[in-house]
């Protein structure tokens, strides 16, 4: 099962103070919506993304049809036909994306310790 680009998006209070901090660790802010208050940090391959007021807890993310540096990739499996077989084997989510459509969508699932996992799909 290809997933796509993979990155840890953290819930935080303050997004400027989480930047600061996450920068000491030699991140660098890589994509940003100020007015969202929503940015994506890299270390090499490595990505975080701070969301402040957008998510309740931290989240495992994937995303399909990119790779590391949000480069649409040319084969990838959409997000849809992952939903399928993830409920095909009884995988429970709790957001579904629309299969009747194509392009952009998402799903969430939460593993069995609560940690939610978000598959969503920017192309």
Known sequence: MEL??????????????????????????????????WLILKNGSHVI???QGMFEKDTLTFNPGWDSNANRLDTFTDVRELQRQLK????????EADKTTTGPASFV???PDGNP???DQHV
Do not use: C, H, M, P
């Open 117 to 119: 996992i978000l598959v």
């Open 109 to 111: 699932a939460v593993d």
């Open 88 to 95: 095909a084997q009884w995988v429970q989510l709790i957001t």
């Open 4 to 37: 796509g680009a993979f990155s840890v998006s953290l819930a935080v209070k303050d997004i400027e103070t989480s930047r600061a901090f996450y920068e000491k660790f030699g991140f660098n802010v890589f994509g940003r919506e100020a007015s969202q208050n």
């Open 49 to 51: 993304g701070l969301f």
